[in-house]
Nanobody, 119 residues
């Protein structure tokens, strides 16, 4: 079982930056693939970024490449999402997820944190 808690969301102007954090507790965090997803109002949940335990397999959704950076600190049980050059289309609830490295489906989810980008 893994418990995830996101933080760091808020209101920011277009062009600004935010850093989201996701604190994980429970067994085997170090072995889990961690990811960020987002869901805008009325839209499906969208993959943002993912990172494996050793940080040598990182990938991003097309809409955030070169603007967002995912990282993790296994000692602290925390992952981060640095978001730069934000635009109103980035407005969404951002969720942290975790999955076993042998699975393709994310099993554990946080409660989400709202990010709102004003124009």
């Amino acid at each position: 079982q893994v418990q995830l808690v996101e933080s760091g969301g808020g209101l920011v102007q277009a062009g600004g930056s935010l850093r989201l954090s996701c604190s994980a507790s429970g067994r085997s965090f170090r072995t889990y693939v961690m990811g960020w997803f987002r869901q805008a109002l009325g839209k499906e949940r969208q993959f943002v970024a993912g990172i494996n335990w050793s940080c040598d397999n990182i990938n991003y959704g097309d809409s955030v490449k070169c603007r967002f950076t995912i990282s993790r600190d296994n000692a602290k049980g925390t992952i981060y999402l640095q978001m730069n050059t934000l635009n109103p289309e980035d407005t969404a609830v951002y969720y942290c997820g975790a999955r076993n490295s042998l699975s393709t489906s994310y099993r554990y989810w946080g409660q989400g944190t709202q990010v709102t980008v004003s124009s």
